[in-house]
T-cell receptor, first 113, second 117 residues
């Protein structure tokens, strides 16, 4: 079963605009990760944020985590056409089985040149 | 270095046929995972290996699904008597660390798209 849920399900923006995607999850976590998946391809790891972190940056990516609300957001600044892909958040569980990643359904991002 | 590779990339099977999907993890990676991704969904966990030991197979949907990693490197996911509901993309991932570590980054292969007619 899916633990996380991304919002929105689909997002269409113009090149140069910022894109924000949100993820909510249900159980306590050690870490939350964001992945990108281009059509017909595997998942590419973007960023990992630990449960004791609130914000993390990597290039044009900014991730926030609010464990009290069990939610995270991914911001892509100055979007490019190449950012067009599906974006998934993935959480692990605490304790036994923490290696299992549980993914949401993803946000499909379209960046229009 | 080379990433995770999977073969075949596409597989079409007739209902009832057996299939075998191969995964070559990144060299030296201890952990190996299989996930199933249905159309329009996120990946769902199937099974986990630490070296050659299958430590968790709780996500395998039925006893028709079987996975092995006999020498602790290459892994094969076998599906017997395929059904239409088995149609999905099967993703393999590997990570450097083993079970003792907290979550380590998982590196995914391109997947095998299985279509059961």
């Amino acid at each position: 079963s899916q633990q996380g849920e991304e919002d929105p399900q689909a997002l269409s923006i113009q090149e140069g605009e910022n894109a924000t995607m949100n993820c909510s999850y249900k159980t306590s976590i050690n870490n939350l990760q964001w992945y990108r998946q281009n059509s017909g391809r595997g998942l590419v790891h973007l960023i990992l944020i630990r449960s004791n972190e609130r914000e993390k940056h990597s290039g044009r990516l900014r991730v926030t985590l609010d464990t009290s609300k069990k939610s995270s957001s991914l911001l892509i600044t100055a979007s490019r056409a190449a950012d067009t892909a599906s974006y998934f958040c993935a959480t692990d569980g605490r304790g036994a089985g923490s290696y299992q990643l549980t993914f949401g359904k993803g946000t499909k991002l379209s960046v229009i040149p | 270095g080379a990433g995770v590779s999977q073969s075949p990339r596409y597989k079409v099977a007739k209902r009832g046929q057996d299939v075998a999907l191969r995964c070559d993890p990144i060299s030296g990676h201890v952990s190996l995972f299989w996930y199933q991704q249905a159309l329009g969904q996120g990946p769902e966990f199937l099974t986990y290996f630490q070296n050659e030991a299958q430590l968790d197979k709780s996500g395998l949907p039925s006893d028709r699904f079987f996975a092995e990693r006999p020498e602790g490197s290459v892994s094969t996911l076998k599906i017997q008597r395929t059904q239409q509901e088995d149609s999905a993309v099967y993703l393999c991932a590997s990570s450097f660390l083993g079970l003792a570590a907290l979550t380590d980054t998982q590196y995914f292969g391109p997947g095998t798209r299985l279509t059961v007619l």
